[in-house]
T-cell receptor, first 115, second 111 residues
């Protein structure tokens, strides 16, 4: 009964490739997020969607494009991967749009390694 | 820019000891949250504090929100090996839509 699931768990790829990470939540939440956690464990918001609408778009390179086909899914596509993209990417969801006060439920993370 | 600074960055203690982790900012936050993250997993919410001066207890964990809502502390009594993990404080950014995380305190409790 995984609440927030991500695939794949691990992703190893070459520089310049395009890759996608998928996220699904079965909590019935309206809001979903993508976070990036770097090697120093610093967790930073990238995007958030509420009812399939983009509400947070932090200063992220255009190579990153989120897509929300429905409320339960938020995918992250990354073009032209660079070494600096190596990190753990977390998907999260919350009932309301205010991530700073609502309880966010995080997925297990996708460890992306760019060689 | 709203920033949250956590201290210490790393803490290694013996089972049974008490400890306090701090989360400080020069900005006022409408609320602060504490998460715990274990290796290979996502963060899990422990508590949300919303009122200045608020104190919340969760078994052996005591959370306090500063009166001015610029800081918070997490106190663990009689730490156990199961408390080992990365503790993250997080604050609601302006408007509450964005969560700003501190860099975390890595706690290791030795048996």
């Amino acid at each position: 009964d995984t609440a927030v699931s991500q695939t794949p768990k691990y992703l190893v790829t070459q520089m310049g490739n395009d890759k996608s990470i998928k996220c699904e939540q079965n909590l019935g939440h309206d809001t979903m997020y993508w976070y990036k956690q770097d090697s120093k464990k610093f967790l930073k918001i990238m995007f958030s969607y509420n009812n399939k609408e983009l509400i947070i778009n932090e200063t992220v390179p255009n190579r990153f494009s989120p897509k929300s086909p429905d409320k339960a899914h938020l995918n992250l596509h990354i073009n032209s991967l660079e070494l600096g993209d190596s990190a753990v990417y977390f998907c999260a969801s919350s009932q309301g749009p205010r991530g700073g006060t609502d309880t966010q439920y995080f997925g297990p993370g996708t460890r992306l390694t760019v060689l | 820019t709203q920033l949250l600074e956590q201290s210490p960055q790393f803490l290694s203690i013996q089972e049974g000891e008490n400890l306090t982790v701090y989360c400080n900012s020069s900005s006022v936050f409408s609320s602060l949250q504490w998460y715990r993250q274990e290796p290979g997993e996502g963060p899990v919410l422990l508590v949300t504090v919303v009122t200045g001066g608020e104190v919340k207890k969760l078994k052996r964990l005591t959370f306090q929100f500063g009166d001015a809502r610029k800081d918070s502390s997490l106190h663990i009594t009689a730490a156990q090996p199961g408390d080992t993990g990365l503790y993250l404080c997080a604050g609601a950014g302006t408007g509450g839509f964005k969560t700003i995380f501190g860099a975390g305190t890595r706690l290791f409790v030795k048996a």
